[in-house]
């Protein structure tokens, strides 16, 4: 019973010594070599009881032997899992490292192009405030020789524009005056012209009359004439009754053709005056009107001439009312 007692003491003395050997290998993070100190107490405070039970000690070992075989299993895993994430946090803080690394180089790089600015803002604004300190002399100075200049010329200048003013008031009476005359002429112009173009319609009006007066006249006497041929024509056919009434008896042959000649040349003669009348009275006609379209065509020629010199007389008074505005 001592040698197995024994043996069970010893085995898990040899466990915890190579577990032990195990961890300083492995560089175990102190939290979990926290936790496998906790299950070695505990293994240990299993081993000691099982030291007091003298008849389970065997079952008790087999125990012991295959828990610890399955926590080394486990904790080998969470070793070599912590291991790999050891690791990628030692490669994450080189990133880093580096990138800290270039940042402190960019912002010594980004602080020594800030200073150059400020010292080429600091020259800038040094050569503007010396610029603006010789322009605002170079102006002070124009304006004190532009008041001059002012004060010289103004004299001058307005006794200049006095005199000028007092021509231009001159000018303008005169025009003034001129345009009061032009008025006066032109409105008996246009009363002449009222007058003129009043006696115009008054000959056009009487023209047309007489024009119907005539053509009344011409029916009256063609009817007139009309009448007289039916007289004629009545009168010669009671006298050829009366001869052929008187003279029955038989003529001879000259005095036969004697009278038919005479019968003919009469009868032409009375064929032809009516021809011959109209004839005159067109004729006289004719030249009743032409002399009065000669003297229509004269008074109208006569008030064209007035009336285009009116026109031209009031476009030189409105040319000149025009100046007068302007002025």
Same mark, same amino acid.
């Given at each position: 019973?001592?040698?197995?007692?024994?043996?069970?003491?010893?085995?898990?003395?040899?466990?915890?010594?190579?577990?032990?050997?195990?961890?300083?290998?492995?560089?175990?993070?102190?939290?979990?070599?926290?936790?496998?100190?906790?299950?070695?107490?505990?293994?240990?405070?299993?081993?000691?009881?099982?030291?007091?039970?003298? #008849?389970?000690?065997?079952?008790?070992?087999?125990?012991?032997?295959?828990?610890?075989?399955?926590?080394?299993?486990?904790?080998?895993?969470?070793?070599?899992?912590?291991?790999?994430?050891?690791?990628?946090?030692? $490669?994450?803080?080189?990133?880093?490292? #580096?990138?800290?690394? #270039?940042?402190?180089?960019?912002?010594?790089?980004?602080?020594?192009?800030?200073?150059?600015?400020?010292?080429?803002?600091? $020259?800038?604004?040094? @050569?503007?405030?010396?610029?603006?300190?010789?322009?605002?002399?170079?102006?002070?100075?124009?304006?004190?020789?532009?008041?001059?200049?002012?004060?010289?010329?103004?004299?001058?200048?307005?006794?200049?524009?006095?005199?000028?003013?007092?021509?231009?008031?001159?000018?303008?009476?005169?025009?003034?005056?001129? #345009?009061?005359?032009?008025?006066?002429?032109?409105?008996?112009?246009?009363? /002449?012209?009222?007058?003129?173009?009043?006696?115009?319609?008054?000959?056009?009006?009487?023209?047309?009359?007489?024009?119907?007066?005539?053509?009344?006249?011409?029916?009256?006497?063609?009817?007139?004439?009309?009448?007289?041929?039916?007289?004629?024509?009545?009168?010669?056919?009671?006298?050829?009754?009366?001869?052929?009434?008187?003279?029955?008896?038989?003529?001879?042959?000259?005095?036969?053709?004697?009278?038919?000649?005479?019968?003919?040349?009469?009868?032409?003669?009375?064929?032809?005056?009516?021809?011959?009348?109209?004839? @005159?009275?067109?004729?006289?006609?004719?030249?009743?009107?032409?002399?009065?379209?000669?003297?229509?065509? /004269?008074?109208?020629?006569?008030?064209?001439?007035?009336?285009?010199?009116?026109?031209?007389? @009031?476009?030189?008074?409105?040319?000149?009312?025009?100046?007068?505005?302007?002025?």
């Amino acid at each position: 019973m001592k040698r197995t007692i024994s043996k069970s003491r010893l085995l898990p003395k040899k466990i915890l010594r190579r577990f032990s050997k195990s961890l300083e290998t492995s560089h175990e993070a102190p939290c979990s070599s926290i936790g496998t100190t906790t299950d070695i107490c505990d293994m240990q405070s299993v081993e000691l009881n099982a030291d007091f039970t003298e #008849n389970g000690s065997s079952t008790v070992f087999e125990k012991a032997e295959c828990l610890s075989l399955e926590e080394i299993t486990t904790l080998r895993q969470q070793v070599v899992h912590l291991n790999r994430n050891v690791v990628e946090l030692e $490669n994450t803080v080189q990133l880093k490292e #580096n990138q800290l690394e #270039n940042a402190h180089r960019e912002t010594e790089r980004l602080s020594l192009e800030l200073k150059k600015q400020q010292r080429c803002n600091r $020259n800038l604004k040094q @050569q503007l405030d010396d610029e603006r300190f010789f322009y605002q002399k170079e102006k002070e100075h124009f304006c004190e020789e532009m008041q001059n200049h002012k004060a010289k010329c103004f004299g001058s200048t307005f006794k200049a524009q006095q005199q000028q003013q007092r021509e231009f008031e001159k000018i303008h009476d005169g025009l003034e005056e001129e #345009n009061k005359q032009l008025r006066d002429e032109l409105i008996e112009k246009s009363e /002449t012209t009222y007058n003129l173009c009043i006696k115009f319609l008054r000959m056009k009006h009487s023209k047309d009359s007489l024009r119907q007066k005539l053509d009344q006249l011409l029916r009256e006497h063609l009817q007139v004439m009309a009448d007289m041929m039916e007289k004629l024509d009545e009168a010669r056919k009671e006298l050829n009754i009366i001869v052929s009434e008187k003279f029955q008896e038989p003529l001879p042959m000259s005095k036969a053709k004697f009278l038919q000649i005479v019968g003919t040349r009469s009868s032409c003669s009375r064929d032809l005056l009516p021809g011959r009348a109209e004839e @005159q009275s067109a004729g006289t006609r004719k030249c009743n009107v032409e002399d009065a379209y000669t003297a229509i065509d /004269t008074k109208c020629g006569e008030v064209e001439e007035r009336s285009s010199k009116n026109q031209d007389d @009031q476009c030189g008074c409105e040319d000149d009312s025009e100046v007068d505005d302007a002025m």
